[in-house]
């Protein structure tokens, strides 16, 4: 039953990127970029040890006041209104990284507008810097003379920019993507899990309240709430993909006489065809593996890679350089906002932050998921033993005090025949009356 306690555990903690949390275990954060501050985050979130995110915000140096274009202000103004100033505050670290991922989405986006918009190419020389392959230490950074130059505040980017962005659609396709993969994993855990289980059904009066089977139970329900979790998680995400989000639900392919082109016939399985092939790009391949992520062997030991071996080194060309430390930044502040929420925030977080006025969201909850992550965190701190009049009872976690007196309980009217004898004596006195 230890392998059940681990599957578990697997399933109350935050889906994490596996490559990211291995890569936090064989590497420790470079003192060179990484400040003390950066590394240590607040008691209120558990943030995630993503080396190269922490770089990241670390690298973004300069105070961000300093920016006075009015689409990155406003931008920023509306962190501050959603995160900082609501009920339940997030500290001033976890909006600076906040503000410095929307700044680099900024900053990405920008840079396809002047590489491609002829009519900006007079402002090239204020980007000049970011518009070569870098083959320097560190990805492209937006610095202070850029953010305050004359070509920063000319190049105008609107709130569809950044969501057809390249590192924006890649961050998209790439949670599509894991959740994908989630499926698999759980689909083969919910098939194990019942195998065991009928083991127990000869004996299921006996066997109701055996600590085991309570596990595989909640196992089972756990796996199941978070399926359909996940599954809302890809749809909010596959919304967003310009060239996915067509290929969702298409029709069958229909058998006809006449010939019909191409374009003209949907595949059911176009969508999933999509995502085998972008599991296999660069992008995907290395920022989901340690040993690509950090030029490392396959059969080297992760824990013998060096900290220039990572992103940060000169292992990758621009732009893809770019884009895996873009999608590591959102990544850190996407689990970071996800890992806040608990039973007593739940409801006013999932309010505020799914209905922001931000170009694109991170945050991938919305208040129809209350239901299932009331469910999830309930059934969390039942198995914590941290709420033990929780309205999810777990006989593992049984007590006494869960018990209430008889007489306080409603009535069911399960019987029909107590059910018939009380009608009729209301009716009677209806009658009498």
């Not at 020389?125 to 970011?130: A, P, Q, R, Y």
């Not at 950044?162 to 499926?183: G, H, P, T």
């Not at 996915?244 to 016939?265: C, G, H, M, R, V």
Request: net charge positive; hydrophobic share 40%.
């Amino acid at each position: 039953m230890k392998k059940n306690s681990f599957i578990l555990f697997l399933l109350l903690t935050p889906r994490l990127n596996v490559a990211v949390a291995t890569k936090a275990k064989a590497i420790a954060p470079a003192p060179k970029i990484v400040t003390t501050k950066a590394s240590t985050s607040a008691s209120s979130i558990t943030t995630f040890n993503n080396h190269e995110a922490l770089s990241a915000f670390a690298a973004i140096d300069f105070p961000l006041s300093t920016i006075k274009d009015e689409f990155t202000v406003n931008i920023f103004k509306t962190i501050d209104t959603v995160f900082a100033k609501s009920t339940y505050p997030l500290d001033s670290y976890q909006i600076s990284t906040i503000k410095k991922t929307y700044l680099y989405l900024i900053f990405l986006a920008k840079l396809e507008r002047v590489k491609k918009v002829e009519s900006l190419s007079q402002y090239k020389l204020d980007f000049s810097k970011f518009l070569k392959d870098n083959n320097t230490q560190l990805p492209h950074l937006p610095s202070e003379k850029l953010v305050t130059s004359k070509g920063w505040s000319a190049v105008e980017i609107t709130a569809q920019d950044i969501a057809s962005s390249q590192a924006w659609q890649l961050f998209c396709m790439s949670m599509v993507c894991d959740v994908y993969v989630y499926y698999s994993v759980v689909l083969q855990m919910i098939h194990n899990v019942e195998k065991q289980t009928f083991n127990y059904i000869p004996h299921i009066e006996t066997s109701f309240y055996n600590s085991d089977y309570t596990s595989l139970r909640t196992v089972n329900e756990l796996t199941r709430i978070k399926l359909i979790l996940e599954n809302n998680v890809k749809n909010y995400f596959l919304n967003q993909c310009a060239s996915w989000k067509l290929l969702q639900n298409p029709q069958p392919i229909e058998k006809t006489a006449s010939k019909s082109s191409p374009a003209d016939i949907k595949d059911p399985l176009a969508l999933e065809k999509e995502i085998v092939v972008f599991r296999q790009t660069p992008f995907y391949k290395t920022s989901h593996d340690m040993h690509l992520l950090s030029g490392t062997p396959s059969t080297q030991a992760l824990s013998k890679a060096t900290n220039s071996q990572l992103v940060s080194g000169p292992i990758f060309a621009s732009p893809l350089k770019e884009q895996i430390w873009c999608y590591l930044m959102l990544y850190e502040v996407h689990g970071q906002l996800t890992t806040h929420m608990n039973q007593t925030n739940m409801q006013d977080l999932l309010t505020s932050w799914s209905g922001t006025q931000l170009p694109v969201n991170i945050f991938p909850y919305s208040q129809n998921d209350f239901v299932l992550l009331d469910e999830i965190l309930a059934i969390k701190s039942k198995a914590e033993g941290t709420n033990a009049k929780s309205i999810h009872p777990s006989p593992a976690n049984f007590k006494v005090e869960d018990l209430r007196p008889a007489e306080q309980l409603p009535s069911h009217e399960r019987s029909y025949e107590r059910f018939a004898k009380n009608q009729i004596a209301k009716r009677t006195q209806q009658e009498v009356k």
